[in-house]
């Protein structure tokens, strides 16, 4: 029988019905299997209503709509197989989903005619994974309140009145601590489990030692002496072990001592509640979560979910997925869970456009393999507990894939073909118009815009902001194509170390990281560079800042990167080893150039770009690359005058300037350089300062802007005296750059810059870029500390050397100390 509807429910769906019938729509017939749709003068459209309020019964008309989605789709493939145009329209309310909706091939439109899921004008439309519980409340002790559950009631996260609520957790939960929003080093001792009856299901959340990441851990049980058992960490694809500070727990009973923490006994079904002062649980609405997924597009190559359209709705309440976050991606230093609350694996030509997702616990949306023009515009993403937007492609399409940064090949191994090996990856993919900000709420080693395995993906006009790793990752070399453009990208970095606002890998099939070693390679194979990035990467016309890394971060082996027409406001370029990169036409403020260590035969271009400082070179064999010319150092008030500086550095530069840049309004961030500008004389070219980020206005209107960045420099003044030993000479580690090209953690030991080969450190078995780290049992913690130990070693006896190497830890034997 057909619910009744409330009196404004008639009304708006009776206005619906008039809106319908001036725009010449179609309405679906009595019965869905003879339907009989009304031919206008353009076309014939069957448009199918849903209501919160209505009948899964009733025909899907405007006057009486259907309930749910599902039913909404089986008329919607009812009348798909008839040749008609389809629109689905969502009328305003929550529709909370009891299973994901899978959309197949038999689900598609045309390119001329695609089907519309679109919420009705001006209304609110939620799509949800959601579930409301109906609770009796009652007093537990100490503000703690507590309520059964049904027994199969799985709660991940907790909604009370839409506003997600924290675990119990130690420490607890501080929204103004940057790092996890709080830790502790003791969390996991034993005299802190003690305190905990019984911890399983519990979990730990720590950075990676290193901070490229994090790691999660289900606790499983634990010892008499408090001793934790748990299993994990596998979310990381460098594995180095847990930060020594930087960790949590929750989801531990002993924990719930604070303002809205919760806690679910699943063996006795019981919900602990700790409401917040002034919270009535009386007329509270609690939500759980059920769902990892709420749409699917699901196809294949040979018959994809095509042409469909979501418009206008908003998605929410999605479960978490760190504990699946699994699968090594190759060659990265990532892993990955395949999952998101918008799902694509086999989809051409499929649209979300104007929509918001937002509170979901794993990936917002992930283009999963096989993916052909795809499209997310317009959208508002926020708050999601992995990445943003997600491309990755099958392995199995690379050719030789190695999946870890120590694993090896040999040049006979390798397979020689150049490109892809099968279509099955995402490829002519679209992220334009987005903002995208607050991603990576629980995985830490996610990105707002992710593109791994993938081809010509264009990301544009795309604000990105506050996240705690790269605010766009591109992860291997595989296989180029993408364009980065019109983007503003900055609060990046916020939780990591080592990373930039823009981030990427090459560590291609030939890959390796003893640099010697891939010049002998290629030399002899010229080829090898260009078989996996088989199209340039353009990044262009965008705004960076990073404040913990560098503003464009090109790591181990990203090559045939074009990158110009920047406004780098922070961290400055870095360009570690790699291929043909132009990098031309940047404005690099309070920063400069970072050349970390380069191949002998690079072909690397640096050009009529502005800098603030020197450059930042980490120990590298002149000159850098082809050619690095036509420069200017900026510096505010400047007589024009030969860059001298830069021309040491580079050994190039012979026509590079250090002058006033002449910038036309710095307070208010537009960087172009006046008329007169020497920049314009090396050749130099204006770009607009108006472009960046989000173009629609309700996205702009809601938007963030990036710190304006001062006119001179920040670069620190670090500490470079260089102490002689053994014939080598030796500095402490202390730039950001040293201590991302030796792979370290942080600041710490001294590096070995320079061995001549008939020196004692050589025949002792020091290497250049070795980083020292103790003599004997003295940890070594700079040069000064180095110095001082040595002082102590005994003479006549042999020294224990443990030096950091390639990114691991070896021991060097010296021999008697004269």
Same mark, same amino acid.
């Given at each position: 029988?057909?619910?009744?509807? !409330?009196?404004?429910?008639?009304?708006?769906?009776?206005?619906?019905?008039? &809106?319908?019938?001036?725009?010449?729509?179609?309405?679906?017939?009595?019965?869905?299997?003879?339907?009989?749709?009304?031919?206008?003068?353009?076309?014939?459209?069957?448009?199918?209503?849903?209501?919160?309020?209505?009948?899964?019964?009733?025909?899907?008309?405007?006057?009486?709509?259907?309930?749910?989605?599902?039913?909404?789709?089986?008329?919607?493939?009812?009348?798909?197989?008839?040749?008609?145009?389809?629109?689905?329209?969502? =009328?305003?309310?929550?529709?909370? &989903?009891?299973?994901?909706?899978?959309?197949?091939?038999?689900?598609?439109?045309?390119?001329?005619?695609?089907?519309?899921? $679109?919420?009705?004008?001006?209304?609110?439309?939620?799509?949800? +994974?959601?579930?409301?519980?109906?609770?009796?409340?009652?007093?537990?002790?100490?503000?703690?309140?507590?309520?059964?559950?049904?027994?199969?009631?799985?709660?991940? $996260?907790?909604?009370?009145?839409?506003?997600?609520?924290?675990?119990?957790?130690?420490? %607890?939960?501080?929204?103004?601590? @940057?790092?996890?929003?709080?830790?502790?080093?003791?969390?996991?001792?034993?005299?802190?489990?003690?305190?905990?009856?019984?911890? =399983?299901?519990?979990?730990?959340?720590?950075?990676?030692?290193?901070?490229?990441?994090?790691?999660?851990?289900?606790?499983?049980?634990?010892?008499?002496?408090?001793?934790?058992?748990?299993?994990?960490?596998?979310?990381?694809?460098?594995?180095?072990?847990?930060?020594?500070?930087?960790?949590?727990?929750?989801?531990?009973?002993?924990?719930?001592?604070? *303002?809205?923490?919760?806690?679910? #006994?699943?063996?006795?079904?019981?919900?602990?509640?700790?409401?917040?002062?002034?919270?009535?649980? @009386?007329?509270?609405?609690?939500?759980?979560?059920?769902?990892?997924?709420?749409?699917?597009?699901?196809?294949?190559?040979?018959?994809?979910?095509? %042409?469909?359209?979501?418009?206008?709705? !908003?998605?929410?309440?999605?479960?978490?997925?760190?504990?699946?976050?699994?699968?090594?991606?190759?060659?990265?230093?990532?892993?990955?869970?395949?999952?998101?609350?918008?799902?694509? #694996?086999?989809?051409?030509?499929?649209?979300?456009?104007?929509?918001?997702?937002?509170?979901?616990?794993?990936?917002?949306?992930?283009?999963?393999?096989?993916?052909?023009?795809?499209?997310?515009?317009?959208?508002?993403?926020?708050?999601?507990?992995?990445?943003?937007?997600?491309?990755?492609?099958? *392995?199995?399409?690379?050719?030789?894939?190695?999946?870890?940064? %120590?694993?090896?090949?040999?040049?006979?191994?390798?397979?020689?073909?150049?490109?892809?090996?099968? %279509?099955?990856?995402?490829?002519?993919?679209?992220?334009?118009?987005?903002?995208?900000?607050?991603?990576?709420?629980?995985?830490?080693?996610?990105?707002?815009?992710?593109?791994?395995?993938?081809?010509?993906?264009?990301?544009?006009?795309?604000?990105?902001?506050?996240?705690?790793?790269?605010?766009?990752?591109? +992860?291997? +070399?595989?296989?180029?194509?993408?364009?980065?453009?019109?983007?503003?990208?900055?609060?990046?970095?916020?939780?990591?170390?080592?990373?930039?606002?823009?981030?990427?890998? +090459?560590?291609?099939?030939?890959?390796?990281?003893?640099?010697?070693?891939?010049?002998?390679?290629?030399?002899?194979?010229?080829?090898?560079?260009?078989?996996?990035?088989?199209?340039?990467?353009?990044?262009?016309?965008?705004?960076?800042?990073?404040?913990?890394?560098?503003?464009?971060?090109?790591?181990?082996?990203?090559?045939?990167?074009?990158?110009?027409?920047?406004?780098?406001?922070?961290?400055?370029?870095?360009?570690?080893?790699?291929?043909?990169?132009?990098?031309?036409?940047?404005?690099?403020?309070?920063?400069?150039?970072?050349?970390?260590?380069?191949?002998?035969?690079?072909?690397?271009?640096?050009?009529?770009?502005?800098?603030?400082?020197?450059?930042?070179?980490?120990?590298?064999?002149?000159?850098?690359?082809?050619?690095?010319?036509?420069?200017?150092?900026?510096?505010?008030?400047?007589?024009?005058?030969?860059?001298?500086?830069?021309?040491?550095?580079?050994?190039?530069?012979?026509?590079?300037?250090?002058?006033?840049?002449?910038?036309?309004?710095?307070?208010?961030?537009?960087?172009?350089?006046?008329?007169?500008?020497?920049?314009?004389? &090396?050749?130099?070219?204006?770009?607009?300062?108006?472009?960046?980020?989000?173009?629609?206005?309700?996205?702009?209107?809601?938007?963030?802007?990036?710190?304006?960045?001062?006119?001179?420099?920040?670069?620190?003044?670090?500490?470079?005296?260089?102490?002689?030993?053994?014939?080598?000479?030796?500095?402490?580690?202390?730039?950001?750059?040293?201590?991302?090209?030796?792979?370290?953690?942080?600041?710490?030991?001294?590096?070995?810059?320079?061995?001549?080969?008939?020196?004692?450190?050589?025949?002792?078995?020091?290497?250049?870029?070795?980083?020292?780290?103790?003599?004997?049992?003295?940890?070594?913690?700079?040069?000064?500390?180095?110095?001082?130990?040595?002082?102590?070693?005994?003479?006549?006896?042999?020294?224990?050397?443990?030096?950091?190497?390639? /990114?691991?830890?070896? /021991?060097?034997?010296?021999?008697?100390?004269?």
């Amino acid at each position: 029988m057909t619910r009744l509807l !409330t009196a404004t429910t008639f009304l708006r769906l009776a206005m619906l019905c008039i &809106l319908a019938s001036a725009c010449s729509f179609a309405i679906a017939g009595a019965d869905e299997e003879n339907q009989t749709p009304v031919t206008t003068k353009n076309s014939i459209v069957t448009e199918i209503v849903v209501s919160p309020q209505g009948n899964d019964a009733s025909e899907g008309t405007t006057l009486q709509p259907v309930a749910t989605l599902q039913r909404a789709q089986v008329l919607a493939r009812n009348a798909l197989v008839r040749h008609q145009k389809v629109k689905v329209t969502l =009328t305003g309310g929550v529709y909370r &989903l009891d299973e994901t909706l899978v959309f197949a091939h038999q689900d598609s439109g045309t390119a001329e005619t695609p089907v519309l899921w $679109q919420a009705s004008p001006g209304e609110k439309v939620v799509i949800s +994974g959601g579930s409301l519980l109906k609770l009796q409340w009652e007093p537990f002790r100490d503000g703690i309140f507590k309520a059964k559950v049904p027994a199969d009631v799985v709660l991940d $996260q907790l909604f009370v009145n839409g506003v997600n609520q924290p675990m119990a957790r130690y420490p %607890n939960f501080d929204p103004n601590q @940057r790092i996890m929003n709080g830790y502790a080093a003791d969390c996991v001792s034993k005299e802190r489990a003690a305190r905990w009856s019984d911890p =399983t299901g519990g979990y730990i959340h720590t950075m990676h030692s290193h901070l490229w990441g994090d790691y999660h851990y289900r606790i499983t049980g634990k010892n008499a002496d408090g001793g934790l058992h748990y299993e994990g960490g596998w979310q990381n694809n460098r594995q180095m072990g847990m930060h020594a500070e930087y960790r949590f727990v929750e989801n531990i009973f002993e924990e719930l001592d604070a *303002p809205g923490e919760w806690y679910h #006994d699943a063996r006795s079904h019981t919900l602990y509640f700790y409401p917040a002062q002034g919270l009535d649980l @009386r007329t509270a609405a609690v939500e759980s979560v059920r769902l990892r997924h709420l749409i699917e597009f699901r196809g294949s190559e040979q018959e994809p979910a095509a %042409n469909i359209t979501f418009s206008g709705i !908003t998605f929410t309440h999605a479960a978490r997925t760190f504990m699946d976050n699994r699968e090594p991606l190759v060659r990265s230093d990532w892993t990955t869970y395949r999952g998101g609350t918008l799902f694509f #694996d086999g989809a051409s030509n499929c649209r979300i456009e104007k929509c918001t997702i937002e509170q979901v616990g794993g990936n917002a949306v992930f283009f999963s393999d096989y993916n052909r023009n795809c499209a997310i515009q317009g959208c508002r993403i926020s708050d999601a507990g992995g990445n943003g937007v997600a491309f990755v492609g099958d *392995p199995h399409a690379a050719r030789s894939p190695l999946f870890e940064y %120590n694993q090896r090949q040999s040049y006979d191994a390798m397979d020689k073909g150049r490109g892809p090996k099968t %279509n099955n990856y995402p490829a002519d993919c679209l992220v334009e118009d987005c903002l995208i900000y607050r991603t990576g709420r629980v995985e830490k080693q996610t990105a707002p815009v992710q593109i791994e395995l993938a081809s010509r993906i264009t990301v544009r006009h795309c604000s990105i902001y506050d996240v705690p790793r790269a605010g766009i990752n591109i +992860g291997d +070399g595989c296989w180029g194509g993408h364009v980065i453009e019109f983007c503003d990208v900055f609060d990046t970095v916020r939780e990591t170390g080592d990373h930039g606002s823009f981030n990427s890998w +090459g560590r291609d099939r030939f890959w390796l990281p003893d640099i010697k070693q891939v010049d002998q390679l290629v030399a002899a194979h010229p080829e090898l560079p260009t078989l996996d990035c088989i199209e340039p990467i353009t990044i262009r016309n965008s705004r960076w800042r990073c404040d913990h890394g560098w503003d464009i971060d090109l790591d181990d082996g990203s090559s045939y990167y074009h990158i110009y027409n920047n406004l780098c406001l922070n961290g400055g370029i870095k360009n570690r080893e790699g291929y043909g990169r132009v990098v031309e036409n940047n404005i690099l403020l309070n920063n400069s150039f970072h050349p970390h260590v380069w191949y002998a035969n690079s072909g690397d271009v640096f050009r009529k770009n502005i800098v603030s400082a020197e450059y930042q070179p980490v120990n590298l064999v002149k000159p850098w690359g082809k050619a690095v010319d036509g420069n200017l150092l900026h510096q505010p008030g400047a007589t024009t005058a030969p860059a001298s500086r830069l021309q040491e550095q580079s050994g190039r530069d012979e026509n590079s300037l250090i002058a006033d840049a002449m910038f036309v309004d710095p307070v208010h961030g537009d960087y172009r350089v006046k008329d007169g500008s020497p920049a314009l004389g &090396l050749g130099f070219v204006n770009f607009p300062m108006n472009e960046f980020g989000v173009v629609s206005p309700e996205l702009k209107r809601i938007a963030r802007t990036p710190l304006i960045a001062l006119t001179g420099s920040t670069v620190e003044n670090y500490d470079q005296k260089v102490t002689s030993w053994l014939g080598a000479e030796l500095k402490s580690v202390t730039t950001p750059g040293e201590v991302s090209a030796s792979g370290l953690g942080k600041a710490e030991g001294v590096l070995v810059l320079q061995v001549p080969t008939d020196s004692s450190a050589a025949r002792a078995g020091i290497r250049n870029n070795d980083v020292i780290l103790m003599l004997d049992a003295n940890a070594v913690a700079d040069r000064e500390a180095f110095i001082s130990a040595w002082k102590y070693v005994a003479d006549g006896k042999p020294v224990k050397i443990t030096v950091w190497r390639e /990114q691991k830890i070896c /021991q060097v034997q010296l021999g008697a100390k004269q």
